[in-house]
């Protein structure tokens, strides 16, 4: 069973990429391959680390440290998440300021909209340059916001129905989307405020979830092997994967707690 376990890691370690792949990325070096292979790359990593850990340590170990290991990545992910989203909503309001400074001088909406779409950056320019090339083929600039995979999504949609109602009922577009920008600003301010405020909260949340490791240091300093029982005892194959995962399971309750007055 060792033996086989072996093998598979070796295996995991030294499969290689397709060829077409492999050639695509030498020739043409596309920032999205290259991130696509580093990922397959730290993925056959993780399978290795893996498959010798729970060589050397035995399953509970290894369940305990993947439960660690999950959790820190989602909660990586999902701050990587949060901050793409704060720099989109910062682009989102140099678009509106550019669509409104246009449309004040007498643009129409779609030249205004073309225009911000040159000057924003990110999802915004690409939603505007949707929504000007609608207008110009006569379709509705408004629908031309609305995009559901948009990481910014509620806030186009916001946006949207401002222009949505300009459209239909020919009211000042330049005001509604004045407004709309308020609303967007006021919005970042509260979100900003709010996240400071809970940090405090979120610190006393990580430091609970590591108080488990200061009192096996504590053990260890007392003589009582608390690592020999977590890692060399069948109790331990047991206990540390049950203690990892209430640790875990604190960590993303605090979370999944603390965003709910984000939204």
């Known amino acids: 069973m060792t033996a086989a376990l072996m093998c598979l890691a070796l295996a995991l370690l030294a499969a290689p990429a397709a060829s077409s792949r492999r050639r695509f990325s030498d020739l043409f070096a596309e920032p999205a391959t290259v991130r696509k292979m580093r990922k397959d790359n730290l993925i056959r990593l993780a399978g290795v680390v893996g498959v010798l850990a729970a060589l050397m340590f035995g399953p509970g170990p290894f369940l305990a440290a993947a439960m660690v290991v999950g959790t ?3 909660r990586m992910r999902r701050a990587g998440r949060d901050r793409r ?3 989109e909503c910062a682009y989102l309001l140099d678009a509106l300021e550019a669509v409104i400074g246009e449309l004040r001088v007498g643009a129409h909406p779609s030249a205004a909209a073309e225009v911000a779409a040159g ?3 990110g999802e915004s320019a690409l939603a505007f340059a949707v929504s000007a090339g609608r207008s110009r083929l006569g379709g509705s600039a408004a629908a031309g916001l609305r995009q559901p995979d948009s990481i910014v999504a509620g806030e186009l949609a916001r946006i949207a129905d401002a222009w949505q109602v300009a459209e239909q009922h020919g009211l000042a577009l330049a005001e509604l989307l004045s407004a709309a920008r308020t609303d967007l600003v006021g919005r970042i301010r509260f979100h900003g405020r709010t996240t400071a405020a809970l940090a405090g909260a979120r610190a006393t949340a ?3 979830a590591c108080l488990p490791l200061l009192g096996i240091g504590l053990g ?3 003589g009582a092997a608390p690592l020999h029982v977590l890692f060399a005892s069948s109790a331990g194959t047991v206990l540390l994967p ?3 995962a209430l640790a875990c ?3 993303l309750w605090t979370d999944a707690i603390t965003r709910k007055v984000l939204v």
């Open 72 to 74: 820190v990545w989602f």
């Open 85 to 87: 989203r704060h720099v």
């Open 119 to 121: 000057e924003a950056r």
């Open 206 to 208: 990580a430091v609970l």
């Open 220 to 222: 260890h300093m007392m």
């Open 242 to 244: 049950l203690g990892a």
């Open 249 to 251: 399971a604190g960590l």
